[in-house]
């Protein structure tokens, strides 16, 4: 039997932003749970599907939109967090963060790494707890 | 002899761009040059610089920037004609726009893959005068 | 049998935005397809279709987006058509746009009447033409 | 004798906005009292007092206009309290922000309903309190 | 008599803008002429007239606000027109327009300073007419 | 021997943020350290560099552009500091801030002012601690 939409976008959702996508969905269960839907359904249901771009291609767009449109730090969280999933290294974020000064001035960028810092120092803590 | 920071961006702005961007810094001259001199020698001989992305993936970042940016017309034709010049194709141009649709709307995304059809027709129209 | 997605989306669409948003999704076709597709189900057939506003409502939340988001000129002509087609007058369109001048500042608002003004001569004339 | 604008202004921010307006008109006092003034008499002893779009309306618009600009979490809890203290239900407020997802994308869009669903528990703890 | 909020809106108006002010106010008379009193009224009458920034100043906080929303191309004009005629040169003019560029980086900077070309063409023109 | 850029960079850096500005170049040490270098050669050592503008007046453009640009609040808070640094005013800093108001809307400016008297007190307080 075909996948259907939400079954595809669960299962691209959790290959590319493992549990903080799912998480971010779950979250909205109380308040506007068709917006989880939408976001399994058409953010990865659909866009993300196509297979023109892998992965790490797309969390690259993603990172320069989101350090761009600003007001966006639980979503760059989750979005480096995703980077770091799908095998972008450290300092390939950092410099997809970087790439963006010259389009977007410093100050986003200055956010933006010190978001990422953060992320990157959860992981490690994560690490020394499984350890 | 040491390669200057002018030197290298101006290599890597060639490398990139092809000739749009130089074109863009020739156009600054008469009315402010030092910013055609920024251009190259800090996007492009400090940020570009950097090997541990390569062009691709600093395209894929720029399109996702000035496509959420907005109000970026002659910037993102410029960086879509890039992108291809580094070797993207067309289907990764115009996925790398569809990608930004879930972070910053449907309005970004239709003006984007607008210009982007205007850019491969010059390129087809290009093709057609020098064949 | 039960409507699709893509028919619920198409019906919605027509009965907002007439001729203009179906001509935006048509003119997709050649460039990026699947964008028309994605306007028609996401936008018409997911959000548009929950009945708690109805079309005059999602019309007054668009306009106040679209003016604050700049750069949009071709989606608020669409908008502001569609706002007309929904039923809402010529005087609440412009007081709608004037309503986002605390929030946005005078920049936006200028642009957006000067764009209403153009939409409401271009409804003039096509009536001049088809009497 | 006729009222002043700053009567007007004060008499329709307290019509729409509760106490919250007032507060806000108040913690600028002594660091820009201007700045409260002209909120009053411009925002809404100008803006909101013509009568072609009503109260419910006005706030349908500014939820569009505040949840696209981005960075205005404060103005936006006050514009959430203030669509329901003219009459709009829950539902239809987390309507409104999400009729924004098509033309902001769905970062805007997360974070303004997390913000609402704040201002509905802070609404059912004040019941809570004076019940 | 005291002069009304009216007139002294007016007579700042003219005495920062020349006459490309009153051409955008006279420009809205027909489509929402609420909305050129406010400018006159509010942008002039209250928020100019305040002595503590001289127009030079005020003038320079406008450039860099109007060059970093973007999309702001008609009032850019207008203001590096009006930053000349309160005394700024062409070259401050420029400088304060490349002063945004750590902030918001390239393309909102090359935009503006092609705009600044145009405006000092006319200038020159308008010179050469009248001489 | 001549000044190199990162000299004088660090040289203007200092005289116009005080200790402000080198510590935000400090803290970005760990994690992205040629992006401190680029805020010290190219925002300082270019940009701010050139003569034709004094100090306050590049403070006047920049408060400009950052409230404007929205979610800059660490910058913004750098730059109200330098500007009383450089020798504005108090007064004329909340001016500069509230001059923005007819470009960009209440919610901009009304942050802005917030994150202005927390620098006052900051300063006040350090002020006592010094005494």
Redesign the interface.
């Known amino acids: 039997m075909a996948e259907s939409r939400f079954e595809r976008g669960s299962r691209i959702l959790a290959s590319i932003d493992g549990q903080g996508g799912q998480a971010?969905v779950d979250?909205?269960q109380?308040?506007?749970p068709?917006?989880g839907n939408?976001?399994v359904e058409?953010?990865f249901g659909?866009?993300?599907a196509?297979p023109?771009?892998d992965a790490r291609?797309?969390e690259?767009?993603?990172?320069?939109?989101?350090?761009?449109?600003?007001?966006?730090a639980?979503?760059l969280k989750v979005h480096i967090a995703a980077a770091l999933h799908v095998g972008l290294?450290r300092?390939?974020v950092?410099?997809?963060?970087?790439?963006?000064?010259?389009?977007?001035?410093?100050?986003?960028?200055?956010?933006a790494?010190?978001l990422?810092?953060a992320v990157f120092q959860n992981e490690d803590e994560a690490k020394v707890h499984e350890g």
């Open positions: 971010v979250s909205l109380d308040i506007a068709e917006l939408w976001i058409f953010a659909d866009v993300y196509d023109t771009l291609q797309r690259l767009v993603t990172l320069g939109s989101l350090v761009t449109q600003g007001d966006t639980p979503q290294s300092a390939e950092i410099q997809a963060i970087l790439q963006t000064a010259p389009y977007v001035g410093f100050p986003r960028v200055i956010n790494v010190n990422a810092r």
